[in-house]
Nanobody, 118 residues
Framework: QVQLQESGPGLVKPSQTLSLTCTVS??????????WSWIRQSPGKGLEWIGY???????YYSPSLQSRASISRDSSNNQFSLQLSSVTPEDTAVYYC??????????WGQGTQVTVSS
């Protein structure tokens, strides 16, 4: 059973960098052919895909967030991380990490609330 758990600060000040980590258990993040995503949901809005890091280490981002988002991994600890720079209150959301496998997200973390406020 694959499990994902997000961690990181729940409060970030405007203009700072949001940093979150997803710890994965029950499966390796380097296993072919899974991709590991970050997704968020802002209040009153639908889910928004931020980007993913592939099993190979390649990264792909939503065009709307590409200039501010960065996803990396620590294979030795089976973790992958999100950094989102220059945050504004519009980045306030529940952030999820999830595994993508050929057409659908099959495992999700429980989500972590991040609020951007001074």
């Amino acid at each position: 059973q694959v499990q994902l758990q997000e961690s990181g600060p729940g409060l970030v000040k405007p203009s700072q960098t949001l940093s979150l980590t997803c710890t994965v258990s029950g499966g390796s993040i380097t296993t072919n052919y899974y991709n590991w995503s970050w997704i968020r949901q802002s209040p009153g809005k639908g889910l928004e895909w931020i980007g993913y890091i592939a099993y190979s280490g390649s990264t792909y981002y939503s065009p709307s967030l590409q200039s501010r988002a960065s996803i990396s991994r620590d294979s030795s600890n089976n973790q992958f991380s999100l950094q989102l720079s220059s945050v504004t209150p519009e980045d306030t959301a529940v952030y999820y990490c999830a595994r993508y496998e050929t057409g659908w997200f099959d495992y999700w973390g429980q989500g972590t609330q991040v609020t951007v406020s001074s």
